[in-house]
């Protein structure tokens, strides 16, 4: 199985910086687009930043001049660096990779593989 493993999670006061790091391990054999989600209460899961396999990024208006998405393909790990935080940035955080991995004795799947989340706290 593909496992990713998330950390960097935690509370911090309004205008503190968090780092979450997500290294994707396993039989992942390939990895092309990695990213984050968040989903905060009584909100829908929204997409916060994407990184291409070149590096191409993408963020979400509401974090734009704030987080820096990154990643190190050496390591299959990827990394949102959050600066300004404030309590709407509260969520929890998912980070997701994907790619190809091996599922069988002669079977490889192209699939979204999702980390287990972690809980960022903004407080004001």
């Known amino acids: 199985q593909v496992h990713l493993v998330e950390s960097g999670g935690g509370l911090v006061q309004a205008g503190g910086s968090l780092r979450l790091s997500c290294a994707a391990s396993?039989?992942?054999?390939?990895?092309?687009?990695m990213g984050w989600y968040r989903q905060a209460p009584r909100k829908q899961r929204e997409l916060v930043a994407i990184?291409?396999?070149?590096?191409?990024?993408n963020y979400a208006d509401a974090v734009k001049g704030r987080f820096t998405i990154s990643r190190d393909n050496a390591k299959n790990t990827v990394y949102l660096q959050m600066n300004g935080l404030n309590p709407e940035d509260t969520a929890a955080y998912y980070c997701?990779?994907?790619?190809?991995?091996?599922?069988?004795?002669?079977?490889?799947?192209?699939?979204?593989?999702w980390g287990q989340g972690t809980q960022v706290t903004v407080s004001s």
């Open positions: 990184i291409s396999s070149d590096g191409s990024t």
């Open positions: 997701y990779a994907r790619g190809w991995a091996k599922v069988g004795e002669n079977t490889q799947q192209l699939d979204t593989y």
């Open positions: 396993g039989s992942i054999l390939s990895v092309n687009g």
